[in-house]
């Protein structure tokens, strides 16, 4: 499939470029172009085609590039703020748009995020079509990632580093493939899924139909619980 992928803000306003949100040492046009990378490197990876904006065009500029493009989808990559303490994708007035943000949504899950909101895009002033520029232009299905709240100390956590970032776009490509195809083998791309449970990085996870699995001893025992196994009844029992 054809994606189009827009790295949000960037663009150059009143002489300088627009940088998005700020909170301290994260900027969030910086993490848009890193997580936009990685999601675009991953769906290449996957067999999937992918055009990735510069970084630095108007709404309408990179809309139009989209439309240009003949991408099947349009992605807009952008960061939160605002106190908020969740993950939302907004879409176009698209059933394949919200069947595509509905995948997204279970990536951003499987990157760490513990609440993702599914929002339909709200209407113009006049009422007529998405509020949003870059839902509102292409001719394609579209939507609008933001990851987490980039002013809100617990939820930043998910985009606080640059291999998070990468984390976070390698996580919504996997998503993606898992759906919509991928020309790679399930084994090479699952471990990139992470689970973190008694503060360790967790082995052997996997991810399969949009889910996330882990072994059960190491999860159990991670979370300070005992794990019994009986060969007879071939049945795992956990205790704390």
């Given at each position: 499939?054809?994606?189009?992928?827009?790295?949000?803000?960037?663009?150059?306003?009143?002489?300088?470029?627009?940088?998005?949100?700020?909170?301290?040492?994260?900027?969030?046009?910086?993490?848009?172009?890193?997580?936009?990378?990685?999601?675009?490197?991953?769906?290449?990876?996957?067999?999937?085609?992918?055009?990735?904006?510069?970084?630095?065009?108007?709404?309408?500029?990179?809309?139009?590039?989209?439309?240009?493009?003949?991408?099947?989808?349009?992605?807009?990559?952008?960061?939160?703020?605002?106190?908020?303490?969740?993950?939302?994708?907004?879409?176009?007035?698209?059933?394949?748009?919200?069947?595509?943000?509905?995948?997204?949504?279970?990536?951003?899950?499987?990157?760490?995020?513990?609440?993702?909101?599914?929002?339909?895009?709200?209407?113009?002033?006049?009422?007529?079509?998405?509020?949003?520029?870059?839902?509102?232009?292409?001719?394609?299905?579209?939507?609008?990632?933001?990851?987490?709240?980039?002013?809100?100390?617990?939820?930043?956590?998910?985009?606080?580093?640059?291999?998070?970032?990468?984390?976070?776009?390698?996580c919504i490509a996997d998503a993606i493939a898992a759906v919509y195809g991928s020309?790679?083998?399930?084994?090479?791309?699952?471990?990139?899924?992470?689970?973190?449970?008694?503060?360790?990085?967790?082995?052997?996870?996997?991810?399969?139909?949009?889910?996330?699995?882990?072994?059960?001893?190491?999860?159990?025992?991670?979370?300070?619980?005992?794990?019994?196994?009986?060969?007879?009844?071939?049945?795992?029992?956990?205790?704390?």
């Amino acid at each position: 499939m054809d994606f189009y992928e827009d790295i949000g803000h960037g663009e150059t306003i009143n002489g300088r470029a627009d940088p998005g949100a700020v909170n301290g040492s994260l900027v969030e046009h910086q993490i848009n172009i890193v997580v936009g990378k990685a999601l675009a490197d991953r769906l290449i990876e996957h067999g999937h085609n992918v055009k990735i904006e510069p970084g630095d065009l108007t709404i309408n500029a990179s809309a139009q590039a989209a439309n240009a493009f003949g991408a099947d989808f349009c992605i807009s990559c952008h960061e939160n703020a605002g106190g908020g303490d969740r993950g939302e994708v907004i879409y176009s007035w698209d059933d394949k748009a919200l069947a595509l943000a509905k995948v997204v949504a279970v990536g951003l899950t499987n990157a760490g995020q513990t609440k993702v909101n599914v929002v339909k895009c709200p209407a113009n002033t006049a009422g007529t079509a998405e509020k949003f520029g870059m839902l509102r232009i292409p001719k394609m299905p579209a939507i609008i990632i933001e990851p987490c709240f980039i002013d809100n100390a617990l939820d930043r956590q998910l985009v606080d580093t640059v291999e998070e970032q990468k984390h976070v776009g390698i996580c919504i490509a996997d998503a993606i493939a898992a759906v919509y195809g991928s020309a790679l083998k399930e084994d090479d791309y699952v471990s990139d899924v992470k689970i973190v449970a008694g503060g360790k990085i967790m082995t052997g996870v996997i991810l399969k139909d949009g889910r996330s699995y882990a072994p059960v001893r190491e999860l159990a025992e991670s979370l300070g619980c005992k794990v019994g196994w009986n060969e007879a009844l071939r049945t795992v029992t956990i205790t704390k």
